[in-house]
């Protein structure tokens, strides 16, 4: 039932490692009763992994597919290589583009999703690799249009634009990676990112600011993360070495390389021509659905849908996320 998820080391899913241009990646496989009718694979985003997934993964092996579902480069058990290049939209959809070609060879294809910085990396995907992609669709992030033009962040938000994304530039520097290490400061890192609070009800991370490091021992547990949820998520950082958030920070490093491998795409308008799903959440307040208002002229066959739930809508709405996805795949993909 959608209601399910998987518990930390699930055993209905296997726990597998594959070498993709030359990084080691983990990833759980889920196989469907019977010959799968798709390969669907799932793309997390920051602070994330695989099992950011778990209430998906259940519901879409019920609909008969193999589910591929990768810790993305710099999480859990795949590698975090320090230098920023691996860590790119276009790089990172290569090494996806790979691990799918093991399941379904070099003509086949896959359905893509992703959530958050996931979101990021499956609207950039297909772009790159047109024929791998049947169906694609995002939980929260709007489709970003390639530019022919860079604005660094810090100027943007020096004029008031995209003030949402203001704690991006607290994530790229060097305080937040120096700030969150060992298992108790991670404990407190996710507890605060998954919405803990203070007991006077204070969160302690705004997009507007950042992390507020010195809120972070008086936090609450978070509603949104079960005890054995938590340690699984500190267990899975915990196995990277000091400072466990240099590579999951590393995506926030990559705007510049991002823009420079855009180039090409920016230059003719940019139409996906596959079936897309996007599936906003209200109450995002680092990704609000108003951000995908000019999304439409850039798909052929776009569906937009909406949840009643934060940014962790994939837990938090579960069963709703997967009622979309899953009609959406019945009547557009199929
Ligand atoms: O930072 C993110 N998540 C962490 C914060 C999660 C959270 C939110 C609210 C409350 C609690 C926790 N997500 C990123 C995902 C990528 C987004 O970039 C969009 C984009 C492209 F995709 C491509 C080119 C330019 C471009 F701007 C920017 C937000």
Request: hydrophobic share 35%; net charge negative; aromatic share 10%.
């Amino acid at each position: 039932s959608a209601a399910d998820k998987l518990t930390p080391g699930d055993t209905r899913v296997k726990y597998e490692t594959a070498q993709i241009r030359g990084k080691t990646y983990s990833y759980m496989l889920g196989e469907p009763e019977g010959q799968p009718k798709d390969t669907i694979v799932l793309v997390h985003g920051f602070p994330d992994i695989g099992f950011g997934w778990r209430c998906q993964i259940p519901y879409l092996i019920s609909l008969g597919l193999r589910v591929v579902v990768p810790d993305m480069l710099g999480y859990g058990g795949t590698d975090a290589p320090a230098e920023i290049e691996p860590y790119s939209l276009k790089s990172v959809s290569d090494d996806l583009a790979e691990l799918a070609r093991k399941f379904v060879g070099e003509d086949g294809q896959i359905i893509l999703g992703g959530h958050d910085w996931g979101g990021a990396v499956v609207w950039r995907l297909p772009l790159w690799h047109p024929k791998l992609i049947k169906g694609v669709f995002s939980v929260c992030t709007p489709f970003p249009p390639p530019r022919s033009e860079y604005h660094d962040l810090k100027d943007v938000i020096a004029l008031g634009i995209l003030t949402n994304f203001k704690y991006q530039l607290q994530f790229r520097g060097p305080e937040t990676e120096a700030n969150i290490q060992g298992e108790e400061k991670l404990r407190q890192f996710f507890t605060c990112m998954f919405g803990g609070r203070t007991s006077d009800g204070e969160p302690a991370f705004d997009v507007s600011k950042g992390i507020l490091f010195d809120k972070l021992d008086s936090l609450k547990p978070s509603p949104l993360l079960s005890k054995e949820e938590l340690e699984y998520y500190v267990k899975k950082y915990a196995a990277h070495p000091a400072p466990e958030l240099h590579g999951p920070l590393n995506w926030y490093r990559t705007a510049k390389l991002n823009f420079e491998e855009d180039r090409p795409l920016a230059e003719t308008p940019t139409v996906l021509e596959m079936p897309s799903l996007l599936v906003t959440a209200e109450k995002d307040t680092a990704l609000p659905p108003e951000m995908a208002r000019n999304m439409d002229k850039h798909f052929k066959d776009l569906t937009k849908k909406s949840v009643n739930a934060s940014h962790w809508a994939l837990t938090q709405a579960g069963p709703q996320v997967n009622e979309y996805i899953g009609e959406w795949i019945k009547s557009s993909v199929w």
